[in-house]
């Protein structure tokens, strides 16, 4: 999961493969709150991890559930409609799933609990569900503002005569929390009347459908009366299966709508949902398929292609898939005309308010964008040139951040930045991860950042926080001839020039792999072995032979992939990467640089003598800046960074400002 500030995605050219979809949120927390409140085990095969999963799981433990979790299986032990834990305050972050039904369970349960989240949560109404428990005799007291969280949860004196009155036009949560709720109290028939149009019906179908699963049939007068029946009991099923998200397959939907088909294949097939899902979003197919998308489905997939170019706009009305309509208004950028979404009134209450956020964020990338209370329409940029490159806001709101990374398919080839990338954790943590697994881009248009210098100049170290803080791939070139070195001396080949050719055979055949921070060569880790004093002059002797770089050069180039690179070594940017729209050249002092390497050598336990240490640096560098191949030497457009005197933080501030210096949006 990317957990950097900002992500630049480059323009993409098409997309085509398969991805495997996480499971649904909407399914994942309705099945962990049943599993908890029914008696006995339930195991939730294909659960979502995420930080909404996350904080009901935090929430169940402190709760006194039974959880144990393996991968994607968790065991949930339920309390069996009884609870027995001490006063409690639970942290709900920005969990609507968690916090609605939460609340309506511990209230007809009764006991003495606090229930806040983060800021955003502390502004999303829950005073409807509020009303409509204290009906029942709930008693709920506001510790902010009336009508919000966070909330206290005292001891009901329950009232089950009369129907319960809840309002169904803000959220469909709030319906769900007391379908939920309430079987744990039906000594008779409990009737629930919605006041207003019901939004957002296909949540409540899935929430009528998991209670089914857990032994509790409601009965259902059209949209506006529901019945819990008398003595019914939450059971558990046993076993579950939880469904792909089906909002989280609309952008791969529209990603095989827009994007054309590439590396010999057509099309993005989507596992893990079919047309048959429980879900209401997965009717997205239908909106996608009038904008022009062909789809085929079997019993758990879906399989999308570009079928109409430019996509067809549409006039729709959108209660039937409130979330994955987001990702309709990214779709319209791409369509023939001007395309309206109807009866979203619900995304105003989201995690942001999602109509004023989506139509700011349209209109930077120079669509016309016009918002009402319950519509939005898009229409969009008139041309290639009409299309301006932009940085995304994301207001902490998944979504957004999905749906925009769609825009990196505009015509004018405009990189698109996507701020606070980690927000997909929500749902989704490895969402741009699985995008560029099928994307596909053009070589010139991945961006590399090269970070070149001589030894112990920290250019190592700098390559990696830089990488972390903007999300790119990392390469440690040296590594690879240190790994050769280390190979060769370890085949008893000698390192000497007459013997370069035997030493390419032996490179040509390794196994090498990278895991994060460590290197294995045939499967054996050898990340501290190629990091001694003598692996790094043999790695200098190997690099100066030039039958040695040329077979390198093809399999360093291979690290530049989405969403992009950087690269430290000593010829990154004069021979490996010569286009790259960022050179640094890292320089120290030699004495600086000598008391760097004592300092680390003797923390590491290792004798060292200051004096050699420094005559073995100048030495290299004198060897790698005079041999014939790939000299060390600043590439001629590089930025030019002495870091004798400054702290590594410092050095990364500099860099990420020469690189936002070159990014045609403004940083965020």
């Not at 008696?39 to 294909?46: A, Q």
């Not at 050898?526 to 002797?541: F, H, L, P």
Request: negative net charge; proline residues 5%.
């Amino acid at each position: 999961m990317f957990s950097t500030e900002f992500l630049d995605l480059p323009p993409l050219l098409g997309a085509s493969g398969s991805v495997t979809l996480p499971g649904s949120k909407s399914i994942s927390n309705r099945v962990l709150l049943l599993a908890a409140l029914c008696e006995g085990t339930t195991t939730i095969h294909d659960l979502l991890d995420s930080d909404d999963t996350r904080v009901m799981l935090a929430a169940l433990r402190t709760l006194g559930c039974g959880v144990q979790e393996n991968g994607s299986t968790v065991e949930i032990t339920g309390l069996g409609g009884r609870l027995g834990t001490a006063p409690a305050k639970l942290f709900m972050g920005n969990a609507g799933t968690a916090m609605r039904p939460l609340t309506a369970a511990l209230a007809v349960l009764g006991g003495d609990f606090e229930l806040s989240g983060v800021p955003r949560m502390h502004e999303r109404p829950i005073g409807d569900l509020v009303d409509a428990l204290r009906q029942l005799g709930c008693h709920i007291d506001y510790l902010g503002q009336d009508g919000f969280p966070p909330l206290r949860i005292g001891k009901p004196n329950l009232k089950l005569d009369a129907p319960i009155q809840v309002r169904g036009d803000v959220s469909s949560q709030f319906l769900t929390a007391l379908l939920m709720a309430l079987p744990l109290v039906a000594t008779k028939d409990i009737v629930i009347e919605v006041v207003g149009e019901l939004i957002s019906r296909p949540y409540i179908e899935i929430t009528l459908n998991l209670l089914a699963r857990f032994g509790v049939q409601v009965r259902r007068d059209g949209w506006q009366r529901f019945t819990i029946p008398a003595g019914c009991k939450l059971q558990s099923p046993k076993v579950l299966h939880v469904e792909a998200d089906a909002s989280s397959a609309s952008y791969f939907i529209a990603l095989g709508a827009i994007s054309m088909g590439v590396r010999g294949q057509n099309g993005i097939k989507i596992q893990g949902v079919g047309a048959d899902s429980i879900q209401g979003d997965i009717r997205f197919i239908d909106a996608a398929k009038q904008m022009g998308a062909r789809i085929e489905s079997g019993p758990n997939w879906l399989e999308v292609r570009r079928a109409a170019w430019p996509l067809k706009a549409i006039d729709l009305d959108c209660n039937h898939i409130p979330d994955a309509a987001m990702t309709l208004a990214v779709m319209a950028l791409y369509a023939d005309g001007t395309t309206t979404l109807r009866n979203i009134a619900s995304w105003r209450v989201k995690e942001t308010d999602r109509i004023a956020a989506m139509a700011t964020e349209l209109r930077k990338l120079g669509a016309t964008v016009v918002e009402g209370a319950d519509f939005i329409r898009v229409t969009p940029p008139t041309s290639a040139q009409d299309w301006r490159a932009a940085s995304i806001h994301t207001y902490d709101d998944h979504r957004i951040a999905m749906c925009f990374s769609l825009a990196v398919f505009n015509p004018a080839g405009l990189p698109v930045r996507i701020e606070d990338p980690k927000c997909v954790a929500k749902t989704f943590p490895d969402y741009f991860e699985t995008l560029f697994s099928v994307a596909q881009a053009s070589a010139t248009h991945i961006p590399v950042v090269c970070v070149d210098g001589p030894t112990a100049s920290g250019k190592g170290t700098l390559a990696a926080v830089v990488a972390e803080k903007l999300g790119y791939h990392f390469l440690d070139s040296g590594s690879l001839y240190r790994i050769t070195g280390l190979a060769a001396t370890r085949a008893g080949i000698a390192l000497e020039v007459a013997n370069q050719e035997a030493i390419v055979a032996l490179l040509r055949s390794l196994p090498i792999r990278f895991e994060g921070s460590h290197i294995l060569l045939d499967g054996e880790d050898v990340s501290d072995a190629i990091r001694t004093e003598e692996a790094g002059m043999n790695a200098s002797r190997v690099s100066a032979f030039p039958l040695v770089r040329g077979a390198l050069v093809d399999f360093q180039r291979n690290f530049r992939q989405l969403p992009g690179l950087v690269a430290d070594g000593r010829d990154m940017g004069t021979i490996i990467f010569p286009n790259a729209p960022l050179k640094v050249f890292l320089t120290a002092s030699a004495t600086c640089r000598a008391e760097r390497r004592y300092k680390q050598l003797i923390s590491k336990g290792i004798p060292a003598i200051l004096a050699d240490l420094r005559a073995d640096l100048e030495a290299r560098d004198a060897r790698d800046s005079s041999r014939p191949v790939a000299p060390l030497k600043p590439a001629e457009d590089a930025q030019l960074l002495d870091n004798s005197d400054l702290t590594v933080d410092s050095s990364v501030e500099i860099v990420l400002d020469w690189w936002q210096s070159k990014q045609p949006f403004k940083s965020a």
